[in-house]
């Protein structure tokens, strides 16, 4: 039988690993869109973990900033300046 | 505390160094500014899960969870909150998220509309060609 502790604790290690590959692919994408949505997934990742902690409350409002409005302000800022790293810029 | 949970407590906190460790790479290295406010933001989600992680307490058994630091049972007088207090995970770390996480989103507007301003007075976001 699996352990209600190992089940919890299970969840927030895979949202752990998940949170790290998201986040080298974040860092290390030269496509600005890409590493953004990385990002999100990343913050995706670190809800998840949040919950499993006993933070509901962090929760509630890390989710809409973190996977809403920030992501929603970079995607604003990348169309004006350009979407791929170490290109000429946007106009 | 079985050997199992606590490695995978260890794979939580060195997932979340290497996280600390890729977005300080990030925020250093990559000559894009748009690059470096990703990873700054990263950065600054991974010390308010490190401050979640210190609030966090053991199970007291395998079937038996800590409680999110609420007061559900409000007529239960000091009995209730005696109970609660033995079981509820750390509330004070929270208390400090909830307020980092929205000063990081005005942080993250301020930071956005500077670099916009850059990306208009220099026509560009690279800081290698721009220095």
């Known amino acids: 039988m699996i352990e209600p502790v ?19 692919l974040a860092v290390s994408d030269r496509d600005l869109l890409r590493a953004l949505i990385f990002s999100a997934l990343q913050s995706t990742a670190y809800a998840i973990i949040f919950l499993v902690l006993m933070a509901p409350d962090i929760v509630l ?14 995607l604003a800022l ?3 300046v350009g979407r791929f790293e170490g290109g000429e810029g946007g106009e | 505390m079985s050997e199992f949970e606590a490695s995978l407590s260890l794979i939580v906190l060195f997932s979340l160094f290497a996280n ?27 010390a308010n899960a490190f401050a979640i992680v210190i609030g966090y307490r053991a199970w007291p058994s395998p079937e038996e969870s800590p409680v999110p630091p609420v007061l559900t049972n409000i007529s239960g007088g ?30 993250t507007i301020f930071l956005a509309s500077i670099i916009l301003h850059y990306h208009r007075t220099h026509g560009t976001v690279e800081m290698v060609v721009s220095g």
């Open chain 2, 20 to 46: 600390t460790a890729i977005a300080l790479y990030g925020v250093f290295s990559k000559p894009n500014l748009v690059k470096k406010l990703i990873s700054m933001t990263i950065l600054s989600d991974t």
């Open chain 1, 78 to 80: 990348i169309k004006r």
């Open chain 2, 78 to 107: 000091y009995a209730a909150v005696q109970e609660l207090v033995q079981k509820s995970v750390d509330p004070f770390p929270q208390a400090l998220v909830l307020t980092a996480v929205v000063i990081g989103l005005a942080v």
């Open chain 1, 61 to 74: 409002v890390y989710v809409p900033v973190a996977v809403g409005i920030y992501p929603a302000v970079v």
């Open chain 1, 6 to 24: 190992n089940v919890a604790l299970g969840l927030a290690a895979l949202s752990a690993v998940l949170s790290v590959i998201a986040t080298y």
